[in-house]
């Protein structure tokens, strides 16, 4: 057994154990596809879209003459449903683009783009030496970091991981920022992220999207969205934003950013004082139910969530009301609304909503957030040893969401800090994508080596000494899984690696090699496996024996496979905390030094200094930095923006179309405003959004504020993206 928790990985989550609840004994019963196509010489492969996405496509790719002809959604995994996004068809042009790092090249200093291209030999070489130097010079490898995260989340693009486990003990960046905050609610709450398979929402009679925006986040599900209104269903969305989620929804409910939890305790307080809970639930599933319903008859009244809120308390009271009324009801709450220094309390409080009015359990139901327990798979690639007798003693965590400024920390020249000397970056632009981009700049000044594995010459690549070109998912093997559907996917080559590309893992066997034969015994990393081989490797033989399989070349026949069980999840009534059951009051909340209940936890007091909250949230048409570096983004989207409301912008003088500096005590942007209704009177948006050829990074204003939970099951509190606050200026 490897020395690897998927914690330190996977989105970063330690609530992986229990990988028990899988349906057995489900026969298969795909649809056989043909897969080598009788006209003229093309065939088709299953691919699967390994980004960061709820969605996590199954795809079938028509590849004729040894280049890929067209790409399209692959029918028989119902949630994909034959269909991809607008970033997934143009996986052509981005094969295909000419802008991909072709081969390994080395930079002379750091931002000259002074680039020259070299071998991979000499690329291993440079590495190992650099390896080989640390260890002599600290008697360890603690000085090497890995910051990897979220660029791909095909399970056999972790590499990189062994290697270095296979060397000795080095630093590792820990945590997640996208969804600790939740994960931890529901880790105290049910014991761990379980949602019931979205596709199941077609059976739910009102359906509350509180937080989320599917319409570009997870656009699949709004097809699942509209066949629940097609039967029958009210879909309600709760956001500060409206967004084109809320504009194809039934209601639109504009909250006051960060006050989720009252209008979830508020709800639950009318729920409760109208006799509409269910006792019989909370009796027979849950502990602390008693000491919650007194905390909503003593505490909460529907004046006051009104007043938190902003929302009129005949709104708070129908919604309440029909919320309780539809059987089922089902929640989905979303990872923006917990981007807070409350956001892990709020989503307690909704959790708790769910329950006690008996909606926990029932097909159609649930308070939905995530799932891992679909990630039937080995990690077959990164689950190494480091070597007996490692210096160092254990993998050194520093958190992924401050990670700048723990470099610079132990960079410090303090004697008493091994230093970072060495940085691997791979499927990671934290240049672009983490808070306070000036300390992230500043962070890789200090550091003497940098080498990073990309695609695309992205900001970090610019900052980084060594750039390893990577293939695409259409030129390797894949094993993938979403955090959101129930789907398993295979993912086969389409085409042969162009270029001199190669993925992490090939990676990480190459520079094993190099290092033996530099040092021999120095890496006990395979080194001579096909990709082929580790993806066999890698499905688990559990999953295989539940859907009637016996290896992974079964899967190939359809793509994809759903692991089972998860229609309505806790339908068991079993759950995952210490007592088994529901857990209103959590001890172990308490322990990491919250409330033991789901109180309401007041939010970010805005600084008088800069009274404007902003708002990043992600955007339609690309997926963080990535697609939006691509040339056909600039024909849609060419230039930077800030949305803001009409009476905002006249108390400050900017006319639709003025360029205006957003600001705070940090950084300040320089960006177009748009006039729109859409978004609160006291914020501006600006989406997460990258722009080819621009300076732009939104990330300047950003500081890295922690949530208040994620600590208990990803090692690291969540990233506080939503509580930042500036100044807006016309120029
Ligand atoms: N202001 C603001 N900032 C945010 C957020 C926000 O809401 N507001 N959201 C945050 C969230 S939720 C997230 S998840 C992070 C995402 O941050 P990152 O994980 O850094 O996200 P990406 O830009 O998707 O991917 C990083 C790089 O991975 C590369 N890559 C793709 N495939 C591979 C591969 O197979 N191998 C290797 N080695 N590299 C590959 C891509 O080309 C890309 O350059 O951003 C965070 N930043
Ligand atoms: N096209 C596209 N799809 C993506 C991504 C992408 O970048 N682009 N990123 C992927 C990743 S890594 C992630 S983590 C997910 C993110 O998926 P989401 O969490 O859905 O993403 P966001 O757009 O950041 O936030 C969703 C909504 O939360 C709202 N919100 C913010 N604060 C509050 C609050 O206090 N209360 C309430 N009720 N709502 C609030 C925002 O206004 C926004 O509309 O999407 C994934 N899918
Ligand atoms: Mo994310």
């Known amino acids: 057994m490897g020395k690897f928790s998927r914690r330190d990985f996977l989105k970063g989550s330690a609530a992986l154990g229990a990988l028990v609840g899988v349906g057995t004994g489900v026969g298969s019963s795909f649809k056989k596809t043909k897969k080598v196509s009788a006209a003229g010489n093309t065939k088709q492969v299953f691919s699967a879209c390994p980004r960061n996405c709820y969605d996590t496509c199954s795809i079938v790719t028509t590849v004729g003459d040894g280049t890929i002809k067209f ?55 440079m590495i190992a030496n650099k390896i080989f130097e640390i260890k002599k010079e600290y008697g360890s490898t603690l000085p090497i970091a890995l910051n990897k995260y979220s660029g791909t989340f095909n399970t056999l693009s972790y590499g990189i991981e062994g290697t270095l486990s296979s060397i000795g003990y080095t630093t590792r960046a820990q945590g997640t920022p996208c969804w600790p905050a939740g994960i931890d609610s529901q880790t105290f709450d049910f014991g761990t992220i379980v949602n019931s398979d979205p596709e199941a929402m077609i059976h739910s009679k009102y359906i509350l999207v509180w937080g989320a925006n599917p319409a570009w986040n997870s656009v699949h599900s709004m097809n699942i969205l509209q066949k629940a209104k097609e039967n029958g269903a009210k879909v309600v969305v709760i956001d500060p934003i409206l967004t084109d989620t809320a504009a194809n929804a039934d209601e639109y409910i504009e909250i006051k950013t960060s006050t989720d939890g009252a209008l979830a305790l508020g709800m639950a307080k009318y729920i409760l004082d109208h006799n509409l809970h269910d006792m019989d639930w909370m009796r027979k599933n849950s502990v602390g139910y008693q000491e919650y319903l007194n905390y909503l008859n003593n505490n909460i009244t529907l004046e006051w969530a009104s007043e938190k809120t902003g929302i009129p308390v005949e709104v708070i009271e129908r919604l309440a009301r029909e919320y309780a009324a539809a059987k089922p009801a089902c929640i989905w709450i979303g990872y923006g609304m917990q981007r807070h220094t409350n956001g892990g309390a709020a989503v307690r409080s909704i959790d708790a909503l769910a329950a006690m009015s008996g909606n926990v359990g029932v097909l159609g139901g649930g308070a939905n957030y995530a799932q891992l327990d679909s990630w039937l798979v080995n990690y077959s690639a990164m689950a190494m040893s480091p070597p007996e007798g490692s210096g160092g003693g254990a993998d050194r965590m520093i958190n992924i969401n401050n990670f700048p400024a723990q470099v610079l920390d132990l960079n410090s020249g303090d004697p008493n800090k091994i230093p970072i000397k060495m940085l691997w970056v791979a499927g990671r632009n934290p240049i672009a994508q983490d808070p306070e981009t000036s300390v992230s700049y500043k962070a890789f000044d200090s550091i003497d080596f940098v080498v990073t594995a990309d695609l695309w010459f992205n900001e970090t690549v610019a900052q980084s000494d060594l750039v390893l070109p990577i293939s695409s998912i259409f030129e390797t093997w894949g094993v993938h899984a979403s955090y959101w559907h129930y789907w398993l996917h295979i993912n086969e080559p389409a085409i042969d690696p162009l270029y001199e590309t190669k993925c992490d893992v090939e990676i990480a066997m190459g520079l094993s090699k190099k290092m033996n034969e530099m040092e021999p015994g120095s890496c006990t990393y395979p080194t001579d496996r096909t990709m082929e081989e580790w993806a066999a490797m890698e499905i688990s033989q559990d999953f295989l024996n539940s859907k009637g399989m016996t290896s992974y070349k079964d899967l190939l026949k359809t793509g994809t496979a759903k692991v089972e069980g998860y229609d309505a999840a806790w339908a068991d009534g079993v759950f995952r905390t210490p007592s088994g059951k529901y857990e209103f009051l959590s001890e172990k909340c308490a322990s990491f030094g919250h409330h033991a209940l789901p109180v309401y936890v007041e939010a970010k007091e805005v600084p008088t200094d800069r009274p404007i909250r902003l708002l990043t949230p992600h955007w339609k048409y690309g997926l963080h930095s990535q697609f939006q570096n691509l040339s056909w983004m600039q024909s849609v989207h060419n230039e930077p923006f800030v949305e803001i409301h009409p009476e905002l912008a006249q108390k400050k003088g900017i006319a639709d179309g003025d360029m205006v500096k957003v600001h705070n005590h940090i950084g300040f942007v320089e960006l177009r405003a748009k006039h729109t209704l859409t978004v609160p009177k006291d914020a501006v948006v600006i989406y997460e959004a990258w722009y080819k050829d621009q300076k732009f990074n939104v990330n300047y204003l950003v500081e890295a504020t922690p949530a208040d939970m994620g600590s208990c099951a990803t090692g690291q509190a969540g990233l506080a993206f939503h509580d930042q606050f500036v100044n807006i200026d016309k120029l």
């Not at 119902?78 to 080395?106: A, E, F, I």
């Open 71 to 125: 790409i399209t959604g692959n029918k028989n995994c119902t949630y994909t449903n034959g269909r991809l996004c607008v970033k997934g068809y143009t996986y052509p042009n981005y094969v295909y683009s000419p802008d991909r790092v072709k081969y390994p090249m080395k930079q002379e200093g750091r931002g000259t783009g002074k680039w020259t291209r070299i071998t991979w030999d000499e690329a291993f070489e």
